[in-house]
């Protein structure tokens, strides 16, 4: 349906708005109403026809002279019926700014609706209640509307003490009304009688109010909101696009109902490529071709932004991507600093002026070790069998074989070494050296934790007391929020966990590190999800870390790669795992009846079941006993509700997947990741439907076995003894490393 802008109608027009669900016209009567108030931009309307409602204008007493600003007219206009109004029109009323006078003062005043004034009627300069006279063309259309009188908001200027326009206290009681003569048919103002302010029945009620001029009108005269357009595109969901290697083409749309054409612009950088008029529902291009994108800056990265434009309100589309010319995975390894004291007393400095970021840490020393693209004769810095392991809410590991031909074989150091892997020029994962073990043709097995493991260095103090969900996460990770190049910074979190309560009261002052604080204590308790996060510091080559918290999947990225049967799913493991499976409680307790000598206990019991899961299932059953005062059925319906609502089946769903991530094949796509979701598809087994990357195996040079995990990991029993077992090799391994080290 056609619409245009209500600051393009004519005065005097009939737009429409609805009244409790009703259709009510309102004349567009004066476009930038009192500009020197409200600015410009604001769009009066005044009812056409008078309300069915009758309310007095004001109650008077004997202490008391009539005034706008106390009236119950003023209240009853700006507040029960603006309430009739739908919501999307209360939305836009805001506060209009308008002029007043009165018996006891005069001004400006605020409100989002009122009535009009003697002066707006009339332009009789000595009613001094607004700067606007609305033009006679409106005027004609709301007495075409009848209701003769309607009140206004005016009180009458001059008091005169004969002929009772004063009562015998002097009380100023006199409104100014607008209606027609009966002697020559002519509108007019004149003054109610002495009591007639106090009348329902004296006058009629024409509300009025402003909303902005950027509303649109259909053509059946409906007002309504104006929308921003919408674009739509295949990066929809997802933060970046990845890293891209050469130009690229992005298929889009772009929609809007109210108008026939858009006028689109395309930016890369923020510098414009193109700008042209696209009609509603277009399908387009964003392209990047090859020429503008050799220009482009070298592992950096870069931003696209798509806007579109309705002629009032307009849509933007930014989307990032990493441009490199190292396609793969590399390798490297070195040392952090947190940087010199110069850097920090620049970098504190732009923090307190809101204008820059802390520095955390950066490179001291870097060097590449694992380069698949190597020639021959540089073979000394390949690693061998390079395997990366990541896991949510694990600190994740990395493995390699150490030749001796390589340079780099003696400066490993535990625990001091950090090693880093980049996925297309782009850093997915950083740890440290946590073991070194020397087989026995001299090769060095080299074991790395990942960075979260940094959080086992730092000490933590917790308080026994009642925290949100918010409050604890950061009362965690503020600890580790100034240590170094180890130093983790409040990242992005939930909405929802400022709702989430977490009571330590009766655990103690806890003594512990910032990671098994997060671990046993913020995840244990709540849930959610970890993921460690990097951007560039406002120092030349430094880095901030951040820990964000999210607690549902839909809060994280998603890639627009498909695993798709048939293209590039290899083989699927499903899985569902059944844990906690309770349908079925029962709560036993006493009562006790009677009076005195004849009063008796008895025992008495309820039960609470989920039927469903019975169904299923059969039953599972639990019992409980209340301890302490006698019950009643309905309290131990109760706590046996309660701890069903606890103890519900629960089910983990899981695939673990092998697929070919196209990216490895050279197609030009973003890459599947750990800890974004992707939409699985595969119809011999009945799945279609988004999942979380929970867990991710990449062998480096084995990019075909990659293992990716989309919903909860399983581990079986062997698996987590296994664990167990690992971690205690893993740490007289570590202490060994480490002290054959300070021997050397």
């Not at 245009?4 to 737009?15: F, Q, T, Y």
């Not at 700014?97 to 609706?113: E, F, H, K, L, V």
């Not at 295949?234 to 772009?254: D, E, H, L, R, W």
């Not at 990225?557 to 899985?575: H, M, R």
């Amino acid at each position: 349906m056609a619409s245009a802008k209500l600051s393009a109608k004519a005065l005097g027009s009939i737009v429409k708005v609805n009244e409790n669900g009703t259709a009510a016209e309102f004349v567009v009567a004066c476009h930038n109403y009192e500009a020197r108030l409200n600015g410009s931009g604001r769009t009066l309307l005044v009812r056409k026809t008078s309300l069915e409602d009758r309310e007095l204008w004001a109650q008077l007493n004997s202490t008391t002279n009539l005034d706008w600003n106390v009236s119950h007219m003023k209240y009853w206009v700006g507040s029960k019926y603006i309430a009739r109004l739908d919501e999307e029109i209360r939305r836009n009323l805001g506060k209009t700014n308008y002029y007043y006078s009165g018996a006891n003062s005069a001004g400006r005043i605020q409100g989002s609706a009122f009535l009009l004034s003697a002066y707006e009627l009339t332009g009789e300069r000595q009613y001094a209640d607004s700067s606007t006279k609305l033009d006679d063309a409106v005027l004609r259309v709301l007495e075409s509307g009848g209701g003769s009188p309607w009140w206004t908001r005016s009180v009458w200027p001059e008091p005169q003490k004969e002929n009772g326009d004063k009562t015998e206290d002097g009380r100023y009681t006199r409104v100014c009304l607008y209606g027609k003569s009966d002697s020559d048919d002519k509108w007019s103002i004149y003054k109610s009688g002495v009591h007639d302010a106090e009348s329902a029945d004296t006058a009629t009620i024409r509300p009025c109010f402003t909303v902005p001029e950027d509303m649109r009108v259909y053509e059946d005269g409906t007002l309504r909101e104006s929308h921003a357009p919408v674009i739509i595109n295949a990066y929809q969901n997802a933060g970046t696009m990845g890293t891209c290697g050469k130009g690229f083409s992005i298929p889009y749309a772009v929609y809007d109902d109210d108008v026939g054409a858009l006028t689109v612009t395309e930016y890369v950088d923020g510098i414009q490529l193109r700008r042209f008029v696209a009609q509603n529902g277009q399908q387009l291009a964003f392209t990047l071709d090859e020429n503008v994108f050799e220009q482009l800056a070298t592992e950096k990265q870069h931003a696209i932004k798509i806007t579109a434009e309705n002629g009032i309100k307009t849509a933007e589309w930014t989307q990032t991507f990493f441009k490199t010319e190292k396609l793969g995975y590399r390798v490297y390894a070195g040392t952090l600093t947190e940087g010199s004291l110069e850097d920090h007393a620049v970098s504190s400095a732009l923090e307190a002026l809101g204008t820059g970021k802390r520095l955390m840490y950066k490179w001291a020393t870097r060097e590449c070790i694992y380069d698949p693209t190597c020639v021959d004769d540089e073979r000394d810095n390949i690693i061998i069998d390079p395997q990366l392991e990541m896991e949510k809410n694990e600190l994740g590991s990395f493995e390699f074989t150490l030749p001796v031909s390589s340079h780099f074989y003696n400066s490993l150091i535990p625990r001091r070494t950090v090693v880093s892997v980049e996925e297309d020029g782009v850093e997915i994962w950083m740890g440290y050296v946590t073991e070194i073990d020397k087989d026995f043709q001299m090769e060095k097995k080299v074991y790395c934790e990942g960075e979260l493991g940094f959080l086992k260095d730092i000490s933590l103090v917790l308080e026994p007391k009642e925290y949100t969900a918010y409050e604890l996460y950061s009362a965690i990770i503020s600890t580790a929020s100034a240590k170094g190049w180890k130093s983790f910074k409040l990242g992005k979190t939930s909405g929802k966990l400022k709702n989430i309560k977490v009571n330590l009261k009766e655990s103690g002052t806890q003594y512990t590190t910032v990671w098994d604080a997060l671990k046993n204590i913020l995840l244990g308790n709540v849930g959610g999800m970890l993921y460690v996060r990097k951007e560039p510091s406002n120092i030349e080559g430094g880095y901030v870390r951040y820990l964000d918290y999210f607690l549902t999947e839909d809060e994280l990225d998603a890639t627009t790669q498909c695993i798709e049967f048939g293209k590039n799913l290899l083989d699927l493991d499903y899985y569902v795992k059944a844990y906690d499976i309770v349908n079925w409680v029962t709560y036993h307790g006493y009562e006790t009846k009677g009076w005195w000598i004849f009063s008796h206990t008895d025992k008495i019991s309820v039960t609470v079941k989920d039927a469903k899961s019975v169904e299923i299932y059969g039953p599972i059953e639990r019992c409980y006993v209340a301890d302490g005062t006698a019950s009643t059925e309905e309290s131990l319906r109760k706590a046996a509700k309660k701890k069903l609502d606890e103890l519900k089946l629960k089910m983990d769903y899981s695939f673990e997947i092998s697929a070919l991530d196209l990216r490895d094949a050279g197609v030009d796509v973003m890459r599947l990741g750990f800890m974004k979701r992707a939409q699985i598809l595969s119809w011999p087994h009945e799945l279609n439907q988004y999942a979380l990357c929970t867990k991710l195996s990449i062998p480096l040079e084995r990019l075909d076995e990659k293992k990716f995990t989309f919903g909860s990991a399983s581990e079986t029993l062997s698996g987590q003894q296994a664990t167990g077992t690992g971690v205690v090799k893993r740490a007289v391994d570590t202490l060994r490393s480490v002290v054959n080290y300070i021997n050397r």
